[in-house]
């Protein structure tokens, strides 16, 4: 049964009009980095487009992408850094030294008006604020093209800036970054001068990542009262040490308790820390993983830290 359109019809559409207006098909990334300001580095967010559904679903997609988000494609969604007003929460992988070689660390950065997706390339190309971190992604390794997942792939395209012939790691890299940004596990497939270099898809986390890995507090946080704490682990039996640092001197001490240990993937961990008590100045915050053979056996522990300051 037709009716006529009132008022209230017109400000609906209105508004969902005006919510879509940015909206374009996924070849605007020269246009989405214009618009993040520059921090001496490129920082970009990738938009993705596509034909809605049903009125009901264009609203939550909206209302999702204009969240900061922290996704978590190591087994959840937990334990993201607290947002920044008008400010997305990044995660990208970046190359860290452990006892088994290298490995991948998951950090996130505040990007403004971020969204989700293959946002995360341009902080692999732009680099860790972790200064214990690195990337194998030079500035400019990206092409402006974007690509929504279709089929379980996502396609990337190389410049004559990246490496020639990227290492398993650089390739892993990207594809966990990539698949924290689309919140779940994809297979990338790298193009370069119109041709398809390979289609990778995600190793196994025990294999390719450290096996502890801080989310909070990020490098050189200013911290007053008490410093929350959260992260991934696989420890064994969920045990997750901590310590504080000043002056090389270990000054406290303790743990935290991971959702698990057992299985093939990292589970998040949260505590808090009182430091009411320490004098202004900057410390470093260790965890590690726990090593029940006391050093006895195996690589020994994994570790991750993180510098904070108190005014």
């Keep these: 049964m037709n009716r006529p359109e009132t008022e209230l019809d017109q400000q609906l559409a209105d508004l969902l009009r005006d919510a879509v207006a940015d909206v374009e098909p996924a070849d605007r990334l020269a246009d989405v980095r214009a618009r993040i300001p520059e921090r001496s580095t490129r920082r970009w967010a990738a938009i993705t487009g596509g034909s809605a559904l049903a ?38 992988y970046f190359v860290g030294q452990t006892p088994t070689g290298e490995r991948l660390y998951r950090e996130f950065q505040q990007v403004p008006d971020a969204v989700t997706g293959l946002a995360g ?33 996502v396609h990337v395209y190389l410049t004559d800036e990246a490496p020639a012939e990227p290492s398993d790691l650089a390739l892993q890299q990207v594809v966990y970054t990539v698949g924290a940004g689309f919140q779940e596990p994809l297979d990338v497939a790298f ?41 991934v682990a696989n420890s064994y039996e969920a045990n997750v040490l901590w310590r504080l640092v000043a002056g090389g001197e270990e000054i406290d001490g303790g743990y935290f308790t991971a959702e698990g240990y057992m299985g093939e993937k990292l ?45």
């Design 267 to 311: 589970f998040p961990f949260a505590g808090d820390i009182d430091v009411s008590s320490l004098a202004p100045g900057t410390y470093t915050l260790i965890v590690e993983t726990s090593d029940g053979s006391g050093g006895t056996e195996g690589p020994g522990a994994y570790s991750d830290s993180r510098s904070f300051v108190i005014e």
């Design 121 to 153: 390339l341009g902080l692999l190309e732009s680099g860790p604020a972790d200064p214990d971190y690195s990337s194998l992604w030079p500035d400019g390794s990206f092409e402006d093209q974007l690509s929504d997942p279709e089929a379980g792939v």
């Design 191 to 231: 193009h370069r001068g119109g041709s398809v270099l390979a289609t990778v898809e995600r190793a196994p986390q025990l294999d390719t990542l450290s096996l502890v890995s801080l989310s909070d507090p990020s490098e050189g946080q200013q911290v007053s009262g008490t410093l929350d704490v959260n992260g």
């Design 55 to 92: 009125v009901a679903a264009t609203v939550t997609a909206i209302a999702l992408a204009s969240q900061p988000s922290a996704p978590d494609t190591d087994g959840n969604i937990a334990n993201e850094p607290e947002p920044t007003p008008d400010m997305s929460a990044v995660p990208a």
